[in-house]
């Protein structure tokens, strides 16, 4: 049976929110600790984490957003959901949200051993990154090249 406090089901399956938290035009990347999240050396995540039982996925990601981080997040869209089995054999199911924020200053938990904010074409290049992770960032860079074609095309409008 699992237990239902750490979002697990017994079949050690694990449901996760991520953020892809963007403020002007950049993505907030996390450093993690390896000791604390079965991290490789120079790997990289997205703030986030476990959604419990009878959470609301929502919730669950601001939650974990500003444990993790100390930043007010707002919830924009889902951008991919994604599924991995890490090596200890937990699976792992989740969805990547982007968000934006009004708060800037990062106060990082225990978890974490630094961040930065990285245009979404630079994180591949710069870090390895699982196939799930590189496809949310590639959801993320469309969707700015889309949203600047859109305010480009406003102004044009409005003149």
Not at 2 to 18: C, L, R
Request: proline share 6%; hydrophobic share 40%; glycine share 8%.
């Amino acid at each position: 049976m699992g237990n239902p406090e750490d979002g697990s089901t017994g079949e050690k399956t694990v449901f996760v929110a991520k953020a892809a938290v963007v403020q002007d035009g950049k993505v907030l990347i996390l450093h993690p600790c390896a000791e604390t999240h079965h991290a490789e050396h120079d790997s990289i995540d997205l703030p986030g984490g476990k959604i419990r039982y009878g959470e609301d996925p929502l919730e669950a990601l601001a939650r974990e957003v500003r444990e993790e981080t100390g930043l007010l997040v707002e919830p924009i869209a889902p951008v991919r959901l994604w599924s991995f089995v890490r090596s200890d054999g937990l699976h792992f199911i989740g969805v990547t949200v982007v968000c934006t924020t009004q708060t800037g200053e990062v106060r990082l938990s225990d978890e974490h051993e630094g961040y930065a904010w990285v245009p979404p074409t630079a994180i591949a290049a710069a870090w390895p990154v699982h196939d799930e992770l590189q496809a949310a960032f590639e959801v993320l860079e469309r969707s700015s090249a889309m949203s600047t074609v859109a305010r480009s095309s406003q102004a044009r409008s409005t003149r």
